[in-house]
């Protein structure tokens, strides 16, 4: 296996903010709706309205977020980005004053 593929700069989190409207019952649904499907393609709350995705590579990263792509609520603001393994580790978490650990990475098998 080559080591180089899975350094902390070809590994990627892929993170997606949202804030979507929720006053009526047709919003509540859509905006239940797409947290569902992000959670159906593999992302964890990070925060309220903050999900994150591990993913082995940046191509697989590509793959995540043209499905989140194509999951958009037809209401609301939603912000996609990278970040690479290496610039997730440089985040410090806190709650309160005290500080916390990072998530850990999921083992994911990767069948060719």
Same mark, same amino acid.
């Given at each position: 296996?080559?080591?180089?593929?899975?350094?902390?700069?070809?590994?990627?989190?892929?993170?997606?903010?949202?804030?979507?409207?929720?006053?009526?019952?047709?919003?509540? &649904?859509?905006?239940?709706?797409?947290?569902? $499907?992000?959670?159906?393609?593999?992302? +964890?709350?990070? #925060? /309220?309205?903050?999900?994150?995705?591990?993913?082995?590579?940046?191509?697989?990263?590509?793959?995540?977020?043209?499905?989140? &792509?194509?999951?958009?609520?037809?209401?609301? $603001?939603?912000?996609?980005?990278?970040? +690479?393994?290496? #610039? /997730?580790?440089?985040?410090?978490?806190?709650?309160?004053?005290?500080?916390?650990?990072?998530?850990?990475?999921?083992?994911?098998?990767?069948?060719?």
């Amino acid at each position: 296996m080559n080591q180089n593929r899975y350094n902390a700069y070809r590994i990627m989190w892929v993170i997606v903010l949202f804030d979507l409207p929720t006053e009526t019952k047709t919003e509540r &649904k859509a905006a239940n709706l797409f947290r569902k $499907k992000l959670i159906d393609d593999g992302f +964890t709350m990070f #925060q /309220f309205s903050i999900y994150m995705r591990h993913c082995p590579s940046r191509e697989n990263s590509k793959v995540h977020i043209k499905r989140v &792509k194509s999951l958009l609520p037809k209401y609301g $603001k939603v912000c996609i980005f990278e970040l +690479t393994d290496k #610039q /997730f580790g440089n985040m410090e978490l806190f709650h309160g004053r005290k500080e916390i650990e990072k998530p850990k990475a999921s083992q994911q098998l990767e069948l060719f």
